[in-house]
């Protein structure tokens, strides 16, 4: 097995798969601007950027499958990794994708996206057809190369341990917003008596201290590192993306999702989700951890559907066998 990724993604890989071959692979490096109304624009600029590399991704797909001898690719919402040669699997769950206040914007970005996705064998959607995860972007309208697998974590289910920590912050995401969010939430954290426990996505740095001791404060977890704290946590703070999302779910945990500025995606996961009552949600610059913190502890939320969360096990052997 061989794993093409950026730098970033390669570094948190091979901690947890330290004897498969890595081969580096640059992202598109889409950026999004901190003023809304400016997104639609920004958004449209860049396409021309984003499809240059999707072809440079697709010559490249070719010369490794020459050299490696290939069997099968999976290809996670990497565009370009498609071909005739052998089995092309994609993995999305953006099959509508979101663009602010442009509806002509949206149909010519989405129109770009069925186009491609219709090119490899097939689609795995990490969702459910019925009580969706991820709202309308998941909803297949005008594909037909589509399997839903469900839920996809990396978690295990555990029985819930009683709470170490009061709160769990976990950081991720572009900068610069990862770190705006770190130090808002760090300066109102010092002002209270919580215990707690901050994981700051970012793996490499050094550590940092805020002068608290009921704080703790680590740059990166492993996958059973943080399966742990999250488990052991009573509430947890997080971006909404959808990965996180899904790990959150597959572990029956509620939680607080802070969508990043301008991350269309993330935003209206934040507010489909709250309007499910699967978790609750507070803009970046209306931050208040007390009041945050007050309201989910008296907050009722609505269970999670009764969904198979090991469905895509039974999809992927298929496809591997």
């Known amino acids: 097995m061989i794993i093409a990724a950026n730098q970033m993604i390669s570094i948190l890989l091979q901690k947890e798969f330290p ?13 999004y601007s901190k003023k809304k109304w400016m997104l639609p624009l920004d958004i449209l600029a860049q396409i021309p950027k984003i499809r240059t590399a999707i072809r440079s991704e697709h010559q490249w797909l070719q010369q ?35 663009v602010p206040q442009s509806s002509f914007l949206q149909k010519i970005i989405n129109r770009l996206n069925h186009r491609y996705i219709s ?29 839903y697998i469900g839920n996809l974590s990396r978690f295990t289910q555990t029985k819930q341990p009683a709470p170490v920590y009061d709160l769990l912050v976990l950081l991720s995401g ?11 939430l760090l300066d109102q954290i010092q ?4 215990k707690t426990y901050v994981v700051r996505g970012k793996p490499g740095s050094l550590d940092k201290s805020i002068g608290s001791t009921n704080s703790t404060i680590v740059n990166h977890l492993s996958s059973s590192e943080l399966q742990t ?12 993306g959808y990965s996180s999302i899904m790990d959150l779910i597959k572990l029956n945990r509620h939680a607080i999702l802070i969508p990043t500025p301008g991350q269309t995606e993330q935003e209206y996961l934040a507010s489909y989700l709250a309007d ?14 007390k009041s945050l913190v007050d ?27």
Request: aromatic share 12%; charged share 20%; proline share 4%.
């Open 19 to 31: 004897t498969l071959r890595y081969l580096p692979l640059h992202g598109y490096n889409v950026t």
């Open 64 to 98: 490794v499958i020459e050299e490696y001898q290939l069997d099968l690719v999976i290809s996670d919402n990497r565009y370009g990794l498609y071909t005739a040669k052998i089995p092309c699997v994609f993995i999305t769950h953006q099959l509508q994708i979101q």
């Open 119 to 147: 090119k490899f064998t097939t689609c795995l959607v990490p969702d459910y057809e019925v009580d969706k995860m991820s709202g309308y972007l998941s909803a297949a309208t005008g594909l037909t190369n589509i399997t």
């Open 174 to 184: 572009p900068e610069p917003q990862r770190s705006l969010l770190e130090n808002l």
């Open 191 to 194: 002002h209270t008596n919580l």
């Open 229 to 240: 704290v999250i488990a052991s946590s009573a509430i947890v703070i997080c971006r909404s």
């Open 276 to 289: 499910k009552n699967w978790f609750m949600t507070c803009n970046q610059e209306d931050i208040s951890l």
């Open 295 to 321: 309201k989910y502890s008296n907050h009722t939320f609505s269970r999670f559907p009764a969904w198979a969360l090991e469905q895509y096990k039974i999809e992927l052997r298929k496809i591997l066998a």
